[in-house]
């Protein structure tokens, strides 16, 4: 499937040795938008950990297939130059450091400043 941007099979995760996620399937296609809800401590922020690449979250099956390549053994940084990124829910405040700018950062390479501002 070519327009499959992000493709979650059969997902295992560890965290300290303790499993987390079981046999999760998840596929978000070009352009789509996915909001996750479940109860606390379901597993919400583990999985985007592992998609992003905490070296904690320990995939111990399955695949996290990006644009038809297995993610699961690369670090962190490759993955966020391959477009993943991620935003806590509460960013630390840094005086003098905008959100807008951190944005910009890291979607530096993939969108231009036109484009970010054309979305104000
Ligand atoms: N670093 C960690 N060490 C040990 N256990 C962890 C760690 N991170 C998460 N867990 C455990 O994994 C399970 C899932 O937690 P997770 O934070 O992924 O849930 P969540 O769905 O994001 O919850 P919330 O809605 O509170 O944000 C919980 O039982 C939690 O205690
Ligand atoms: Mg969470």
Same mark, same amino acid.
């Given at each position: ?65 990006? /644009?038809?390549? $297995?993610? @699961? ?5 490759? %993955? ?6 991620? *935003? ?9 450091? /905008?959100?807008? $700018?951190? @944005? ?5 390479? %993939? ?6 501002? *054309?979305?104000?």
């Amino acid at each position: 499937m070519s327009d499959t941007t992000l493709e979650i099979k059969d997902l295992s995760v560890e965290v300290e040795g303790r499993q987390i996620l079981h046999d999760i399937n998840f596929t978000v296609k070009t352009g789509e938008t996915h909001v996750l809800f479940g109860p606390n401590g379901s597993g919400k922020t583990t999985l985007l950990m592992t998609i992003m690449g905490s070296p904690k979250y320990k995939v111990t099956r399955g695949s996290i297939m990006l /644009k038809g390549k $297995d993610i @699961v053994n690369l670090p962190m940084d490759e %993955r966020a130059r391959m477009g993943i990124g991620m *935003s806590m829910q509460r960013p630390p405040v840094v005086r003098g450091v /905008k959100t807008r $700018d951190m @944005v910009t950062a890291c979607a530096r390479g %993939r969108e231009t400043e036109e484009e970010l501002n *054309s979305k104000k």
